[in-house]
Structure formats: structure tokens, C-alpha cells
């Protein structure tokens, strides 16, 4: 069951759109390969607002992930395709509907 979370907010440079789109779409595989990461979600908030939230059943999972090959990618990429940092937070999960 999913116990934490991450919820990651992006904000696209302008006319950077849809470089942070494939970005996000090009990081599904590297997700699907995360044996910890209960789910991942890519998600499109609106025009140039973007946020990712992925669960796991504990901290081992949560930190495998913030310390995996999304996080490197997407902050490698930072400085070209965000306004600016990401905002990251890291939410407990209270209830589920699996």
C-alpha cells in the first residue's frame, strides 16, 4: 500500500512547453523501471504549469526515487526548461481507493 509521496511542481520558460512535455513523457520508462514507485503520474496543470507525483509504501522507496534517474534527469534539464526550481514536496498518504 502507498504510504508517501512526492509531488514535484514544474513551471516551463516560456516557450519551453513542449520540451517539458517529452521531457515528462520521455521519463515513463525510467519510472516503470523503479521496482519501489507504487505509481507515477506526468501531469499538465495548465499553460506552462506541469507537476509529477509518484507513491511508495515507505521512505526507502520515496528516497530510491529522489535519488534515481528522473531526479538526475529533470535537474540536469533545470536551468534550460524551468522557470525555476522545482518545487518538491513530500506528502504522507492517508487513505487509498486501490
Do not use: C
Amino acid at each position: 500500500m502507498s504510504r508517501v509521496s512526492i509531488w514535484a511542481q514544474l513551471e516551463a520558460k516560456p516557450g519551453k512547453e513542449k520540451e517539458v512535455e517529452e521531457f515528462l513523457k520521455s521519463a515513463q520508462p525510467l519510472a516503470q523501471r523503479e521496482r519501489e514507485t507504487i505509481s507515477w503520474y506526468a501531469i499538465k496543470m495548465g499553460p506552462g504549469k506541469y507537476g509529477i507525483f509518484d507513491t511508495f509504501a515507505d521512505e526507502n522507496g520515496r528516497n530510491a526515487h529522489l535519488n534515481g534517474e528522473i531526479a538526475k534527469a529533470l535537474f540536469a534539464r533545470a536551468g534550460d526548461l524551468l522557470a525555476k526550481a522545482p518545487d518538491i514536496s513530500k506528502p504522507e498518504i492517508l487513505a487509498v481507493k486501490p
